[in-house]
Structure formats: structure tokens, C-alpha cells
């Protein structure tokens, strides 16, 4: 009885044709995934960029001016407390101080980024840092909002509470107050320095704003993001 002769030949051409669709298989998901974290991440960087011009409109038209113009205020009621003159021009004066406008970029695409991880992707090391620096600003200008608020709240308006009959007219300001003007006067005045500080934070935000922007846009060029 004779031995089947076996043919070696399909049985390798066989192997390794299923190790040539598995390898390909392999690549075809591999680069399909790669696409698909590549589109993810440009669309990322997109809304980067919005939430970036978001910031630069609202540091360069409203917070910075705004709160300059109230900075002229609050230094117009120190004067007006220490000559004790006007009243009425005081108490006007003083509003601003409880006027608080405060701003913190949400960063919620950069967040996002950080949180998931993602960001360890991104192989720009000089792009990266410059991603985080930003977010690290915002959790700073932040933090001073909040401190601003308490300082307020904890210092000026149980000041005002107290005096405000003098500025409100209901006493008499130059003949009948009593209060310690120096002491209202340093509490005024760092307030006043919590917000030249914040102002100056501000500008030196808009101004990585518009540098991070720069460093993206430059990133998407490079990389031909803008043509997926």
C-alpha cells in the first residue's frame, strides 16, 4: 500500500497566504486607527484654537479695558476718602469696587486632552509645554479670582457696611464720620493692588493666547492637518 504524497508546496503557499491577510489585516487596522486618532486630534487642535480666539476677544476687548476703567475709579474714591470731599462722588466711586469682573479660560478641550491622556501623543515637546503652561495660567487666574472675591467680601464690605451712611447721605460725610481713614485707605489700596495684578496677569495671558495660537497654527501647517 502506498504512502498519499503530501504537497508541500500549497500547504506553504497556503501559511503563508494567511500570514500575509493577517499581517495586512494587521496594517489596514493599525493605519485605520492611527487615521482616526490623527483626524481626532486635529479636531482637538480646532477647538483649541476657537476657545483661543474666544480668549483673545474677551481679554482684548472687555476684560483688560474694563477693569482699567475701574481701576481709575477705585483710585478716584481713595483720593476722595483721604481729602474727604464729595460724598456723593464717593459713594459712586466706591461701587466699583464690588463690581468684580473676573475671567479664567475654561480650557475644556485642553483639560480634556490632559485628563485622557491624549496630550502624551502629541510629540511637538515645545508645543506641548506651551499647552500646558497655558492650562496652568488658567487654574492661576483662577485661583486669584477666587481670592480676589474673598479679600472683598471679607475686608472692604464689612468696611463699607459700617460706614456706609456716611457715603450713602444719610449722614453727614465731612462733619459726622469718625472712621479710621488710614486704615480704610491700606485696605483700599490692596485691593487696588490685587487688580493691577490681575490686570497685568491678563495681558500676560493674552499675550500666551495669542503665542499658543501661533505655535497650533504653525503645528497644523507642518503636519497638513488643515487638509483632512
Known sequence: MSKASINWTDHILNFVSVIVGVSLAFIISSRSEQSKQENEFNQNISAILEELDSDIYT???????????????????????????????????LMS????????????TINSLITSGKLDLLNDYDLKTNILYYQNLADELESQGKFQVEFLMD???????????????????????????SEAIMIFSLYIAFVENKIAKYESALKDAKSLKELLTKYQEEEGLNDR
Open 59 to 93: 481679554f482684548e476687548s472687555y476684560q483688560i479695558p474694563d477693569n482699567k476703567e475701574k481701576l481709575v475709579r477705585m483710585k478716584d474714591a481713595i483720593q476722595m476718602i483721604a481729602s474727604q470731599s464729595g460724598s456723593d462722588s464717593v459713594s459712586v466711586q
Open 97 to 108: 469696587f464690588f463690581d468684580v469682573n473676573n475671567y479664567s479660560p475654561s480650557n475644556i
Open 155 to 181: 475686608r472692604i464690605t464689612p468696611w463699607f457696611i459700617e460706614n456706609a451712611p456716611y457715603f450713602m447721605g444719610e449722614k453727614n460725610y465731612i462733619d459726622d464720620y469718625k472712621g479710621d481713614d
